[in-house]
């Protein structure tokens, strides 16, 4: 069996449970919302900034990783924006949401505790988690400048800085990893014991967020029809998603890490990183613009359904390169 099938699954069951949970409803109807609050705002910036603080700033600036990650996305956010514009050209909102579909990996939620797991007390692995998390904000943040502006009638370049701006400065994860990063650079050591409230809040962060990622699926799905979840046209589109998602992403960012020679352990974790299914926080950006809620909700759980086959595979060649 390959050795990611046991994470995996831990992972998946946490997140069945807060599906279950959610469907019976064991907890109040706003436990998802406030679960993921905390692991927004104070659980996942906790354990990013202690975990980069503690770490040399020489293996937090890891510039081949940082271009070849970075690039993947953009090549294929930019591929999704091209054919979805050239099929529908007035459709701006739409192409952006889809290409972020196709981008945004679960690299903060699933990718931490996956890496966890799967690399055990390296340090690394948790650093190279929280460098994918950051340069995914920053695609998230240009995709919703894309959605905003598309959904205004007047749009100017100072105001697509100004939305920018916003979604970076008042982002959790942007300011614990620059915090982390700046006390690495500065070798700054925080007191022992407020690197023990962190490591402590900060390992809440995992079991939380995946509980969490399934509370809130469960209730995307609760008011969906048969119809709209079996359309063929629907199908077509999250299965060609999920396809640029798990396997065109991580290929391309296989091909650029190889290139910008990072060695293989680091290699293999941004591979990996690459390959995770779409954010749940994807779907919640459709819901609140109403743009492509259904699709995302049921594509982002018909990708994590599909990690357990696409994960196992790449990552026995990943092996078998090494």
Known sequence: MSSILTPLIAVFIIMLLGGIVQKLRFLPADTNLILNQFVYY???????L???????????IQWGFIGGFSLAMIITYALVIAVSLWR???QQA?????ALNATFGNTAFIGIPLLSLLFPGN?????AAAIASLLSVFMFAFALVSIELASRDKQSADHAIVIMANALYKNPIVLGSMIGISLSALHITLPESLSLVLHQIGSTSSPCALFAIGMVLAKAFQHQSLAKLFSLSLIA?????????LIIQPFIAFGLLKLFSVEHELLTMGVLLAALPTAASVYL???????????SAQGILY???MTFVSLPIIETLLKSYG
């Open 237 to 245: 589109e999250i299965s060609l998603i999920n396809l640029l998602k």
């Open 285 to 295: 950006l459709a819901e609140r613009y109403q743009i492509n809620a259904n699709s």
């Open 50 to 60: 202690i975990v980069l603080a503690e770490t040399r700033i020489e293996d937090i």
């Open 94 to 98: 739409i192409a952006a949401m889809r």
């Open 88 to 90: 529908k050209p007035k």
């Open 303 to 305: 990708g994590t359904l």
């Open 123 to 127: 340090k690394i692995a948790l650093v």
């Open 42 to 48: 104070i659980a996942f910036p906790a354990i990013l």
